[in-house]
């Protein structure tokens, strides 16, 4: 691993108060936690431009949107229960709306409760944002947002005053699971990662499509799933889905998270209009969820599709010379680590050939090496989560940043995808505030404190965005360096 740099950063330093109250925390309910031995944060070719540390909530998803002449990050929780100070009450962890347009300088707006439950079963992790001058039939100068609210349901919120958002509509209710979605803001059609079971689906996770171009009147189109989760179907069914990407007239649907994965390549025209040889064309049969299908790829058991990230019309460098095939499309696959302190196979992420789109392959592997950092000892998970979801050009086809919980995030140079390499990265510092993570020994939970990066995003700024799911808050880092150099100039 390149020589590292530890950065000091006065507003979250360690003093002894600060790693005594983090022991004493962290030692609170079952097991005993270790000291973060006050670990400043690691870097190479990236630096800490500014930190708010969200409530101290567990953070999922961040979202950057330029809302007028301000940049917005519109950030999902995990459940949980905190305090929120600018209204002095307890509140269900839900969604933080933070102004980023000074990135040293972020100001915390307002704060979204979310739905009853801890971690995964409360909160709203999800988020998704669009302008109504954006949506088809939404309202000039308002500002629309779509999350998820804990498992139970999919809500549109008005947030053209980000200090006073006001809930909308409820778009789908009486849910036992939800995840990550998807919303065209040209189209306004969202797909709504939902359990499939209240319709007799075999799945907790399929997915609902709806019409949002007017977010206060939801229209539904269809459900849609893999053959072998539809209602009546027999034998093993499929792992449910984690989340679409639209791009370019294609749906890419990643399906079981860590294990039993599959990439589904879907045709959108097809999708939203169905078969219209037969008479319903939205039923959920075999034929129909087969008619938009493009490709399929089954991977290994070990691993699973948490982001399916498309990188299309990409040149191969040392292809030049070669008669066919100098550019091609890819896809990055992630397969998210669950488990902590690497009691899992060791997941990986994949540069996927899509160039076939009916025969998608994988050409190279993405990973940061354990042994270096020590991460399977740092406690918590180590291992990748998710990629960025961001086509701005400063990046694309040139970086790609993937969430790697306990080492922070990594960049990636992908310009040569059979070769990707790894040039920059971000661990950031603990703080009071981060939560243990915990490992079951001997039948007792041996416990520490340790980052978790959850999820991560850039803007069209080009800065890079860190949600810390062990409740250190959100980071924003930017490259230097010879990691600088390779981005597209904004």
């Known amino acids: 691993m390149a020589k590292v740099t530890k950065l000091r950063y006065a507003p979250r330093a360690w003093s002894s108060m600060a790693v005594l109250l983090a022991l004493l925390a962290g030692s609170v309910g079952h097991g005993s936690a270790q000291a973060p031995a006050a670990r400043e944060a690691e870097q190479r070719d990236m630096r800490l431009l500014g930190h708010d540390d969200l409530q101290g909530r567990s953070a999922y998803q961040p979202l950057i949107h330029h809302q007028g002449n301000r940049w917005i990050a519109y950030v999902g929780h995990h459940g949980g229960l905190k305090s929120n100070p600018l209204t002095g009450q307890m509140e269900r962890s839900g969604t933080s709306i933070v102004d980023v347009t000074d990135p040293r300088r972020p100001r915390y707006l307002s704060h979204i409760p979310g739905s009853p439950g801890e971690a995964e079963a409360g909160g709203a992790q999800m988020v998704r944002v669009c302008d109504g001058a954006s949506l088809p ?8 947002l779509l999350r998820t609210f804990g ?49 007799g689906w075999r799945t907790h996770r399929m997915t609902k499509i709806y019409d949002l171009s007017d977010p206060a009147q939801p229209r539904f189109i269809r459900d849609f799933g893999l053959v072998g989760q539809e209602p009546g179907s027999t034998g093993p069914a499929p792992e449910g889905v984690h989340g679409p990407i639209v791009y370019k007239n294609r749906v890419y649907f990643a399906y079981g998270t860590g294990s039993e994965g599959v990439l589904q390549i879907v045709d959108r025209d097809k999708l939203l209009a169905g078969d219209p040889s037969v ?19 089954d991977m290994s058991p070990a691993w699973g599709g948490h982001t399916s990230y498309p990188i299309l019309g990409m040149p191969v460098p040392d292809w030049a010379a070669n008669a066919k095939g100098q550019t091609r499309d890819f896809l990055l696959l992630v397969s998210e680590s669950l488990r902590n302190e690497c009691q899992e196979f060791r997941q990986l992420s994949f540069m996927v050939d899509i160039t076939t789109e009916s025969k998608p392959f994988p050409v190279s592997t993405i ?21 960025h979801e961001s086509f701005t050009p400063i990046y694309y086809g040139r970086l790609v940043f993937i969430a790697y919980f306990n080492a ?37 939970d041996r416990c520490k404190v340790a980052i978790q ?17 062990a409740d250190t808050g959100l980071h924003i880092v930017e490259l230097t360096g010879a990691a600088r150099a390779i981005a597209r100039k904004p």
Not at 411 to 433: G, L, S
Not at 453 to 469: F, M, Q, S, W
């Open 137 to 144: 039939r939404g309202t000039r100068g308002k500002t629309y």
């Open 151 to 199: 498992n139970l349901a999919h809500e549109v919120w008005d947030v053209s005053d980000t200090a006073k958002p006001a809930l909308l509509t409820t778009v789908v209710a009486g849910l036992n699971m939800t995840h990550k979605n998807w919303w065209e803001c040209d189209s306004g059609i969202a797909y709504l990662v939902s359990d499939g079971h209240p319709r």
């Open 279 to 297: 008479a319903d064309r939205f039923a959920p049969t075999p034929a129909n969820l087969l008619y938009p299908q493009i490709g399929r790829l």
């Open 367 to 387: 990973q940061v090496p354990a042994s270096p950092g020590d991460f399977c000892s740092r406690g918590g998970r180590f291992g990748p989560h998710s990629s």
């Open 408 to 444: 922070g995030v990594r960049a990636f140079d992908i310009r040569d995808p059979f070769n990707p390499k790894e040039v920059a990265y971000f661990i950031p510092a603990v703080t009071a505030k981060t939560d243990k993570r915990c490992l079951k020994v001997d039948g007792a």
């Open 453 to 469: 990066t959850n999820n991560v995003e850039v803007d069209d700024r080009g800065l890079i965005y860190l949600a810390d799911r």
